[in-house]
């Protein structure tokens, strides 16, 4: 693989406002969202963000895409600056970064017919030349997305289509702007088992093909097993573990991706093991823990993690992780 | 790929136009608004002809035409003047039409500007434009029409514009909250994120669903304008070149019609009025229940009385439970359907499943095979268009599907209770915890000691692992698993000996779901509670139950216990469905997906519900639905394969 990267994040900071000041109150709080992340990604690999909902991976997924405004930090694309840009640059941009949803029964219009949905990035961006240009960009973009034949799609509407069938859908709008990044935000969450593997296998296929890279967000791991190349770990706006995908399997080393991944269900009955289950919930992003953000229920806190709010340290050549225990 | 292939039958696409007409075409009532107003528009448009008498000249009038009662030349009589009231009435639909629509068209092109601007874009342009919006709204309408109208020209198009542009409160305000509703969905979001404007998404996105709110108030505001129309008219201040019902109103009141009575010249504009303003209505009530359809039928109802009204082949008795536990339910043959007008869906057919004391049976499957539906029948809570049509549910001797309506609410949550899906749907947000798990016990037990019921709720929280001082807090200051564990709490308000747990961890992360079905775990060897659990996650059943009932298009698919079914199932579907899942424990293993869809209820295979995508599929698969086969140990399966070998 040519080292060749494609999206580097630096020390990005996404705070939410929580609580304008008013007439009555002039106290501002934050919610710490995502919180000076660094990441690289070479071009066509697959990296998973995995984590708890409020973790901030939607954050930082949405962040990248533009759709909110880092409140700090840098992120270069293809080399280039990307943090903070005009609405025309933002728009070439987005061109090249693309967006899988979660959920594909919200996030296809209605009433609007596939054709017009795969179609709509094209006309937003003023590609190919003519309608039957664009109709057979759309087409191919649907046949790739595995809805063959094309036509008999065109002009059907999303209520008349599976969840998977909808998904596929999604895919194409995406695939048709020839993305070299694709940020998958829980894109199998909402469908059924048996549907999941072959979307699964779609964007693997798509990601091979075209070497796209791709940032997949999710809270199961085991989905993307196979597909991604590496893992990141996030706990209340960081990343706590990073490395390949068999590093953090098989050489956990921070206690909250120990416990995470002890939670998930093997489907193996004579695999039932001791499972490490993290009490409470994940404390509120506003007010932050001192010290390590895990250490109120962390299982092997120690008297320093109250003080010390321990940086992503190296394991190895390809495996970071922010714990206090790697120091000693 | 060749999956799509089979799904392709060239449908015809319905559009939301064809299908908005098609289900207006049954709504009566706006069908109905609809002919009463193609009637009085038709009478409008062709007013020269249909018009029996001019109503402009005065020629060939004598004295005794005046105030004639309705006759044969006459039909609504004559009025002050001796001219045809009928005459009037159909030149007065004229101007009340004129009016109505192009006042409210302007009222419609500007309340919707309006919304649909302040709520997309927010921030300060909404503050200004809504607080612009609440100014108007805070002006008395008709005083102030009255003033604009008398100190201009009362002429038709000074009429129009002042109506106009004092109507748009209302739909501002209206599209504004549908916009905001809008702008929130994920489609916007989606079409910012591939690099739409605003214009754009405005246009796209917005615009084709706040259309069917913004129709429907246009109907009212119309209404509302030949009102005004017709106030305005009757005080005189109506154009006075134009006849209309509020000034042939006005006519026959100041020029005593009353005295005389000509009940007949008051009558046919008040009728005129009345005739569009309650088409309008109607039509504008059928759209909003065309556009924006609650399914009524869809709350949960307890189950009509079954009939046993097919005969079913018994299956094999599976063998008892480990350890010889006693039997506590046995779901015998059960099939349900869902019955309208036109069809009858079999959602769940022939399925039978022992529960023994202190079991954890797993039902699972994917969405729409059924398994809500079955545990929502052993509790007799199905949809109103749901019916048990055969098979028996024991439980403690009775027969649940026997009883009536009144012996099954005694059975309910003291003998089976139900932990729901959704736990923020489920608990109601205006009522503290505390007192909604009270309301439970007191339903269900209405003789418990009130004195000691706080302490009961306190040891309910404690047992699923709640503070006491939560007790007296909303559901909204739970946090979801709270809120899970405060279901359970209800759940088990009354000891029941069942319960069910219809997807309790679905919506919950990996770390919570893990909490909960720990506490469910534990609660079960604490209490020896059976549980039914109800899932899609493969995982999640190997994690936690004993036996697992596979279910596949309302049917069995596979009936054993977990390790069984884990590691020797026999049904394709169950194989398959193994394959699909991931495991964390071989991460590099390739998921393999079920090519297809599962069947839709109305449209079953005539054979083996798997068969359209069944690897193993054979001739006989597509013609007869296999029998439930015992292949030993009670292990089930319900599949061809098993008798060939």
Redesign the interface.
């Known amino acids: 693989m040519t080292q060749d990267i494609i999206l580097e994040v630096k020390n990005l900071k996404k705070y939410f406002q929580s609580g304008r000041p008013g007439w009555f109150s002039n106290q501002t709080d934050f919610v710490h969202a995502v919180d000076e992340i660094d990441l690289q990604l070479i071009r066509g690999e697959v990296i998973a963000l995995v984590g708890?909902?409020g973790c901030g991976k939607s954050t930082l997924a949405l962040t990248l895409?533009g759709?909110e405004k880092a409140t700090e930090g840098q992120i270069f694309f293809n080399g280039r600056d990307i943090t903070n840009l005009n609405?025309k640059e933002?728009?070439a941009v987005?061109?090249k970064i693309?967006?899988v949803?979660?959920?594909p029964y919200?996030?296809?219009?209605?009433?609007?017919?596939i054709e017009e949905i795969v179609m709509?990035?094209l006309v937003?961006?003023g590609i190919g030349a003519n309608h039957a240009e664009r109709r057979n960009r759309v087409n191919q973009a649907l046949e790739d997305s595995?809805?063959?034949?094309a036509e008999?799609y065109l002009?059907?509407?999303p209520h008349?289509l599976?969840g998977?069938?909808r998904q596929r859908v999604?895919i194409a709008?995406?695939l048709v702007?020839e993305p070299l990044l694709l940020i998958a935000d829980e894109p199998v969450s909402m469908l059924?088992?048996?549907?999941?593997?072959?979307i699964?296998?779609l964007l693997a296929e798509l990601q091979k093909s075209r070497n796209i890279s791709v940032i997949f967000i999710t809270?199961?791991?085991?989905?993307v097993?196979?597909f991604a190349n590496r893992v990141a770990v996030m706990y209340l706006g960081r990343i706590v573990e990073i490395g390949s995908?068999a590093d953090v399997?098989k050489n956990t080393q921070h206690p909250y991706s120990q416990?995470?991944?002890s939670?998930?269900?093997?489907?193996?009955?004579?695999?039932?093991k001791k499972?490490i289950?993290?009490?409470g919930?994940t404390p509120n992003p506003i007010d932050l823990p001192s010290g390590c953000r895990f250490h109120p229920r962390c299982p092997m806190a120690m008297d320093e993690c109250k003080e010390i709010d321990p940086r992503l340290m190296k394991v190895s050549q390809t495996h970071q992780a922010a714990c206090l225990l790697l120091a000693k | 790929?060749a999956?799509?292939?089979l799904?392709?039958k060239?449908?015809i696409?319905?559009?939301?136009l064809q299908n908005f007409w098609q289900t207006f075409s049954k709504n009566r009532m706006g069908f109905v608004g609809l002919f009463m107003l193609i009637v009085i528009i038709t009478l409008a448009i062709f007013a020269p002809v249909l018009a029996p008498h001019d109503i402009k000249s005065s020629a060939g009038i004598e004295i005794g035409d005046i105030y004639n009662p309705p006759n044969a030349i006459h039909w609504f009589g004559t009025d002050d003047a001796g001219k045809d009231v009928f005459s009037g009435f159909i030149y007065g639909s004229r101007v009340s039409l004129i009016v109505g629509f192009f006042a409210a068209f302007i009222s419609i092109a500007i309340g919707g500007t309006f919304g649909i601007v302040a709520g997309f874009y927010g921030g300060r342009v909404e503050n200004f434009l809504m607080r612009f919006t609440d100014l108007f709204l805070v002006i008395p309408d008709l005083p102030l029409i009255v003033v604009i109208v008398a100190l201009t020209k009362p002429n038709l198009l000074n009429i129009i514009f002042v109506i106009g542009l004092l109507g748009w409160t209302t739909t501002a305000r209206i599209v504004r909250s549908q916009t905001l509703a809008v702008k929130s969905?994920?489609?916007v979001?989606?079409?910012?994120?591939?690099?739409?404007?605003n214009r754009?998404i405005i246009m796209?996105?917005i615009l084709?669903?706040v259309m069917p709110i913004l129709v429907v108030n246009a109907i009212l505001v119309i209404s509302l304008a030949i009102l005004s129309e017709s106030t305005l008219s009757f005080l005189g201040l109506g154009d006075p070149t134009a006849v209309s019902w509020g000034q042939m109103l006005n006519f026959a009141f100041g020029r005593g019609a009353m005295s005389a009575g000509a009940w007949w010249a008051l009558f046919a504009p008040g009728f005129g009025i009345v005739w569009v303003v309650l088409g309008l209505t109607l039509l504008g009530h059928g759209l909003e229940q065309v556009l924006n359809p609650r399914i009524e039928s869809h709350h949960l109802m307890p189950s009509r009385p079954s009939f046993q009204s097919e005969t079913v082949e018994i299956s094999p008795k599976p063998a008892k439970g480990k350890n010889n536990a006693p039997l506590l339910l046995d779901v015998q043959n059960i099939s349900i359907n869902y019955v309208n007008d036109e069809n009858i869906a079999k959602a769940v057919h022939n399925v039978s499943f022992q529960l023994h004391e202190g079991e954890l049976i797993g039902l699972v499957g994917?969405?729409g095979c059924g398994k809500t539906t079955l545990v929502m029948a052993i509790t007799r809570l199905l949809p109103a268009a749901g019916e048990i049509s055969n098979g028996h549910v024991y439980f403690s001797g009775k027969d649940l599907v026997m009883l009536t309506e009144n012996e099954m609410a005694d059975v309910r949550w003291s003998g089976i209770s139900v932990i729901f899906q959704g736990a923020m749907n489920a608990l109601n947000p205006v009522r503290t915890v505390g007192d909604q798990i009270k309301e439970a016990i007191i339903k269900h037990i209405p003789t418990y000691p009130s004195e000691s019921l706080d302490t009961r709720v306190i040891e309910l929280l404690d047992l699923v692992g709640i503070a006491a001082d939560h007790k007296d807090n909303f559901p909204h200051q739970y946090?979801g698993?709270m809120r899970q564990r405060a279901m359970i709490a209800m759940a088990l308000a009354c000891n029941p000996q069942v319960v069910i747990a219809d997807e309790p961890t679905t919506a919950l992360?990996?770390?919570?779901?893990?909490?909960i079905l720990?506490l469910l775990d534990e609660l079960r060897k604490k209490l020896g509670l059976a549980v039914i659990f109800v899932t899609?996650?493969?995982?999640?059943?190997?994690?936690m139950?004993d036996s697992v009932l596979v279910m596949y298009g309302g049917v069995t698919a596979e009936y054993a216990d977990?390790?069984t079914i884990?590691?020797a199932p026999l049904h394709p579907y169950t194989q398959?469905?193994?394959?699909?899942?991931?495991?964390?424990?071989?991460?590099?293993?390739?998921?393999?997906?079920?090519?297809g869809?599962?069947p839709k209820l109305d449209a079953l295979p005539p054979g083996c519900r798997f068969a359209p995508r069944c690897p193993a599929v054979f001739e006989r698969c597509t013609i007869e639905q296999p029998a439930l086969h015992d292949s030993g140990d009670g292990h089930i399966v319900s599949c061809h394969l098993m008798e060939n070998s």
Do not use: W
């Open positions: 708890e909902s895409m759709l609405d933002r728009k987005r061109q693309q967006m949803f979660q959920d919200e996030s296809l219009n209605p009433t609007q017919t709509e990035p937003v961006h595995g809805l063959k034949p008999t002009k059907r509407f008349q599976s998977g069938q999604v709008g995406a702007l059924d088992v048996s549907i999941r593997a072959e699964i296998n809270h199961d791991l085991g989905t097993g196979f995908m399997l416990a995470l991944l939670v998930i269900p093997v489907p193996n009955p004579r695999l039932r499972r289950i993290l009490q919930e | 790929m999956v799509q292939e799904e392709l060239p449908s696409p319905s559009s939301p969905r994920k489609f979001l989606r079409a910012k994120a591939i690099g739409a404007g754009h796209h996105h084709p669903l994917e969405s946090s698993g992360d990996v770390m919570i779901q893990a909490q720990e899609h996650d493969l995982g999640v059943v190997a994690e139950c977990v390790d884990y590691n398959e469905l193994l394959k699909a899942f991931p495991d964390l424990s071989k991460p590099e293993k390739k998921l393999t997906s079920i090519p869809y599962p």
